[in-house]
Every structure is written in C-alpha cells, then in structure tokens.
C-alpha cells in the first residue's frame, strides 16, 4: 500500500494550460478577484498587468491557469517577482496574489499555479521563494503550507498612525 | 513552544496510522517506536477515538486505523483536545492581573499565543507526513554524504 495514498491522491484533474497573462485576460482577472474578496479593483488590476505583465518579465510573472475544456476560461492566477535586497534580504521570489475560481477548486489549479511559478523563480536562478498570509486566514495559509512553505527569517510588524487623513482605508 | 506529552504522543500516533490508512497499528508497537508508555498512549488512543480520528480494530492483530482527513485535520485540532491555549485562571485574576503593565505584557503574550495557533491551524496532517518525509530524505541524504566521505 502506497502510504502517501492518503494526503496526495488527485481527483480527475481537468486539462490545464498554465502561461502568461494577456491583456484580454484582464477582464477575467479582475471579475475573480472581485468574486473572491468581494472588492472590484479594475485599476489596480490593470496596473498590476502592465507592471508584472509586460515590462522586465525575466524576473516578473504573471501567469494565469486556464481550462481548454471550459473554452479556454481562466481559472486562476499568480503573480510574483524577483525583489532584492530589501531588508537585507539576498534576492528572492515573491509570490503576491494567487487565485483560483471558487468554483474549480480541489482540482490543483493552485498547485499547478504555484508549480509554475516556482519554476519561473528557479529558471531564473532563484532558490527562495516568499509570500505574506494573513494569519486568520487558515485557506490560504493551509495551502501556502501545504506546497511546503514555513516561517522565513523575517517577521512582517505594522503600527496604526492613526485614521488616514483622507478618511479612506489605507491600500 | 511546549507541547503537553499527551499532544505530542496523539501527533505520533496520527502521523503513523495516517501513513498506512489501510494498516491498523497496535499501541504496543507505537508505544515501541516512540519510547513511551503504552498506559498512557492508550489513555490518549481513547480521547482521538472519541474524536473520531481513528478507529479501534478489535480482535486477532487488533489496533488502530486512522479515520480522519488527513487533508483537512489540523495539529490545532489534534492539540486541543489535549490542552487549552486560553490563558490559565490565574494569570487572569492573580496578583498584579489588572495593571496597565499586566495588560501590557498580555498584548505581546497574545500575540505569541496567536502566531502559534495560526501554525498549528494551517498544518495538517498531509502536511505533517511530506515534512516527515523530507527529514527522512535528508537524513538519507545526510547518511550517503558521511558514507561517501568516510
């Protein structure tokens, strides 16, 4: 009996197409977020894709999971780029935005995102990877620690400077 | 961070019959494994059964099977069962408990106590058997290194 048959046996797993995102990808992008954390941001979206989606993309990437069964829909997305020196820290791969449809969940587009990048990482000479979860958020941290990430050797602090003057929510 | 003895034994235990989840293990052979009592490994056999986390298998070559999810099982859910992560009754009530510096100190000791149960609640223990597994490639690893430079 094979004793990973427990934790890592994969359901039927629809054909998948990971590569990078297009400008006609967007729309798709910024609905899913929408969906997902219940705030639409077209804008940051947009400049997300214009940043990490055509410019010095040797060390950024923006990568999107779509299905050739469900016409070529895109089912999810990760984001990330090569950051050096920031706090000291030798240069590494950040992982900053990962989605993946609600409704195409448990069928690995967020391993399969998540492979792909770290692959894009290591091609491009990179041997860390890094992310930032929100603690009360066990979805995500379960699954960020599920591909085998731990603590690193930083940790993130924050202090309130109080209402921002705007009267807006800070980013 | 100190696990209480009983959490430590029912990851053990867990963590062995979640790697063979056809294979029912007897607590005399885990009890082995580990160098511990099979008293107390039973007592804590009894509580992850009521749990639900495993099954006894009575009979000839009788013992335990997981009957968990290992995808979904948290170690925070195994830990409490054995023990609390609220603070003691009488660090809230005794001497000094209600100085701005108690509540001070609390503010940091909170924000250990939360950082700990948010990586106990996003490990499972599918999780758990690949880092196990990763030390028992390093350790191989390790092994053949000393080997090729002995």
Request: charged share 25%; net charge negative; with cysteine.
């Amino acid at each position: 009996m094979d004793a990973r048959k427990n934790r890592d046996e994969k359901p039927t797993e629809a054909p998948l197409l990971v590569r990078r995102a297009r400008a006609d990808d967007i729309e798709r992008v910024i609905a899913l977020d929408a969906r997902i954390t219940g705030l639409a941001k077209a804008d940051y979206w947009r400049d997300v894709f214009e940043r990490y989606g055509q410019r010095r993309l040797e060390e950024r990437f923006f990568l999107v999971a779509e299905s050739e069964q469900l016409g070529a829909a895109v089912l999810g997305f990760v984001v990330g780029e090569i950051r050096a020196w920031e706090f000291g820290s030798a240069p590494c791969g950040w992982v900053f935005a990962l989605s993946v449809d609600p409704d195409a969940r448990l069928q690995h587009i967020g391993e399969r995102l998540f492979e792909a990048i770290s692959e894009e990482f290591h091609r491009a000479g990179i041997g860390n990877l890094r992310t930032m979860v929100a603690r009360d958020n066990p979805l995500h941290m379960s699954f960020f620690r599920s591909e085998g990430m731990m603590a690193g050797p930083y940790i993130q602090l924050e202090k309130s400077i109080g209402t921002p003057v705007t009267g807006k929510p800070g980013p | 961070m100190k696990l209480q003895i009983a959490s430590r034994l029912a990851i053990y235990a867990l963590l062995d019959l979640a790697a063979h989840p056809d294979t029912q293990v007897s607590v005399a052979e885990i009890s082995e494994k580990y160098g511990i009592s099979t008293h107390h490994l039973a007592k804590v056999m009894h509580t992850l059964g009521r749990a639900n986390l495993v099954r006894a298998v009575r009979g000839a070559g009788g013992g335990y099977r997981f009957s968990g999810n290992a995808k979904r099982t948290t170690l925070l859910e195994i830990v409490q069962l054995f023990e609390s992560f609220a603070r003691e009754e009488d660090e809230q009530s005794g001497p000094g408990s209600d100085t701005e510096t108690d509540r001070a100190l609390r503010q940091v000791l909170d924000e250990i106590d939360d950082i700990a149960r948010a990586t106990l609640g996003s490990i499972t223990i599918a999780t758990m058997l690949n880092l196990v597994d990763a030390h028992r490639i390093g350790e191989k690893a390790e092994i053949g290194a000393t080997a090729s430079h002995a």
